[in-house]
């Protein structure tokens, strides 16, 4: 029996999870796949559907192509060499081993369970692989859903799983931080601050500009800013749509993946946007909400698997917002969108390497855009060499503190005098 289109699925996990190279034999009589890699426990693999356990022992020395694969990839003996025969049948797991060669006979019905066992980058089941359905009839796809045993069946299971709020960890860790700064911002903020001025909003509940991060040294800013903003209705808009690209975002990044997009895009945000337009005061979730939209279309674009539409159906609205969102609270907004957007991308382009393990120029050009954003940045800060002009909302929310006893009176003057230097008759008149 041949055993070609399971030859073939073995041929590409071996490739691209265990990044083993696919030799092109010049002649194969026998119709064996042959794989190598000079790294691994198993150097070189021969996926064969032959009966003959005896004759597979010993065709390391009859077989050209495991020798011309020996002589052109290898610089040790043939005797120090690993071979591995995986054999398709009908029948039950063998495993005969002599000397440097081992043969293992797998079932077509679970072979993959049994290669997790031996390589432990390939899953135990089909459950993590991609189905296209770009070139499914709508009849195609609705039958497979029907069918439990599908692949789209046990995919949408899958990913149904992943969005699960029990499976939401660092969604509900975010979102635990936004509530609790629309609490404080709705409820609380006149017992928290008596005397507090309304122009100041979003960077007295943690919003970040650049003279809070050079003169008062305020650099936790750079991650509390997206989740505070100067208008509650707007908070809460964005706090929906940030659960909904949260949602979407973990269960396709994965939750480290997603938390290292987070902790890498948003400070890198925050300090490239206030350092090169000093004049902005960047706070609230949509920057956020950008970089995750920013990631996922990068890693869904051109792609017809289901997970991709599916993500791309429910966060569509996220996109719509992005682009005219700011008709309403200004155009300032769209520089800091398309800055999370970029910077998105870029690190869905160094976390998404290619499955065989090598980056891929992608990878680079995602290095490099974060690498410039950061060198722009801290040159900027470096080579200051003006009199920066006076910004009211920052020292608006300063003397907020200052006023529930945050921050002192003497620091608050020794900026508007010597990091300003601005008249006593420009002063405002609050302070």
């Not at 797998?106 to 997790?116: A, S």
């Not at 993590?128 to 789209?152: A, R, T, Y």
């Not at 090169?276 to 970089?291: D, H, K």
Request: aromatic fraction near 12%; glycine fraction near 6%.
């Amino acid at each position: 029996m041949n055993f070609n289109k399971e030859k073939m699925a073995i041929v590409d996990l071996l490739k691209t999870k265990e990044a083993y190279e696919v030799y092109v034999a010049d002649s194969n009589k026998n119709n064996g796949a042959y794989l190598y890699n000079v790294k691994k426990a198993f150097n070189i693999i021969k996926i064969d559907d032959s009966k003959d356990v005896k004759d597979n022992l010993n065709n390391v020395k009859d077989d050209n192509n495991f020798l011309q694969i020996a002589e052109k990839h290898f610089t040790k003996t043939v005797n120090k060499i690993k071979f591995l025969t995986i054999i398709l049948s009908d029948g039950d797991y063998q495993k005969v081993k002599k000397d440097n060669h081992t043969i293992i006979y797998l079932n077509k019905d679970n072979y993959q369970e049994i290669l997790h066992k031996i390589f432990s980058k390939i899953p135990a089941s089909n459950e993590d692989k991609d189905v296209d359905i770009k070139e499914m009839s709508q009849e195609e796809i609705l039958d497979n859903i029907q069918n439990p045993d599908s692949d789209i069946s046990k995919k949408l299971k899958t990913l149904g799983s992943k969005l699960s709020s029990n499976n939401l960890f660092a969604t509900w860790i975010i979102m635990s931080l936004f509530i609790g700064v629309v609490i404080m911002q709705l409820f609380l903020a006149q017992m928290i601050f008596p005397k507090m001025r309304t122009e100041s909003l979003g960077l007295i509940f943690g919003g970040v500009s650049r003279d809070l991060l050079i003169f008062a040294n305020q650099w936790w800013r750079l991650f509390t800013y997206v989740f505070a903003s100067n208008n509650p209705i707007i908070l809460i808009i964005e706090g929906m749509l940030l659960l909904l690209i949260c949602r979407y975002a973990e269960a396709y990044l994965g939750q480290i993946k997603f938390l290292i997009t987070i902790l890498i895009a948003i400070p890198i945000v925050g300090l490239t946007t206030v350092v090169v337009f000093p004049q902005l005061a960047l706070y609230g979730p949509i920057v956020l909400i950008a970089v995750l939209y920013g990631t996922l279309f990068s890693l869904n674009y051109g792609k017809a698997t289901l997970e991709s539409i599916v993500a791309n159906q429910k966060t569509t609205i996220v996109g719509i917002y992005l682009l005219l969102s700011p008709l309403f609270t200004g155009y300032h907004t769209y520089i800091y969108i398309f800055t999370a957007l970029i910077l998105g991308v870029a690190v869905s382009f160094v976390l998404d390497y290619k499955n065989n393990g090598k980056y891929s120029s992608l990878t680079l050009l995602g290095g490099l855009i974060i690498g410039g954003f950061l060198l722009t940045a801290i040159m900027l800060l470096v080579f200051k060499k003006y009199i920066p002009a006076f910004d009211g909302q920052t020292v608006g929310a300063l003397w907020t503190y200052k006023e529930a006893g945050l921050f002192s009176d003497e620091k608050l003057i020794d900026m508007l005098d010597n990091y300003y230097k601005l008249p006593t008759d420009l002063r405002p008149i609050y302070i």
